[in-house]
């Protein structure tokens, strides 16, 4: 099993910026595809990035493309979502999660993810 930390969240202006981390413990980190999910009041949890278990394939959210980025350093078993031009629509709990299939192919789905992290709170004021 893993725990999955996340920590970067905060109040920012519309137009700033923010990065996410997310520290991974137990299972190995490098073997396995990582999201980012959010979640915002009163709406489903929705995808907003994933990352395959080499970090050579990223998928984004249409609504962030252009605008996050998501890494992973093996190193330091941790994963990153830099987000920039942040927009008060972007406001919501973000999760990181792990994949559920060993070297899987890059999932965007929440099926695809068997670990979660807490959540942290990101919120973006006009």
């Known amino acids: 099993q893993v725990q999955l930390v996340e920590s970067g969240g905060g109040l920012v202006q519309a137009g700033g910026s923010l990065r996410l981390s997310c520290a991974a413990s137990?299972?190995?980190?490098?073997?396995?595809?990582m999201g980012w999910f959010r979640q915002a009041p009163g709406k489903e949890r929705e995808f907003v990035a994933a990352?395959?278990?080499?970090?050579?394939?990223?998928r984004y959210a249409e609504s962030v493309k252009g605008r996050f980025t998501i890494s992973r350093d093996t190193a330091k078993n941790t994963v990153y979502l830099q987000m920039n031009s942040l927009k008060p629509e972007d406001t919501a709990v973000y999760y990181c999660?792990?994949?559920?299939?060993?070297?899987?192919?890059?999932?965007?789905?929440?099926?695809?993810?068997?670990?979660w992290g807490q959540g942290t709170q990101v919120t973006v004021s006009s």
């Open positions: 137990g299972r190995s980190f490098s073997n396995y595809a």
């Open positions: 990352i395959n278990w080499s970090g050579t394939i990223m």
């Open positions: 999660a792990q994949g559920t299939y060993f070297r899987s192919e890059i999932v965007t789905t929440r099926g695809g993810y068997s670990s």
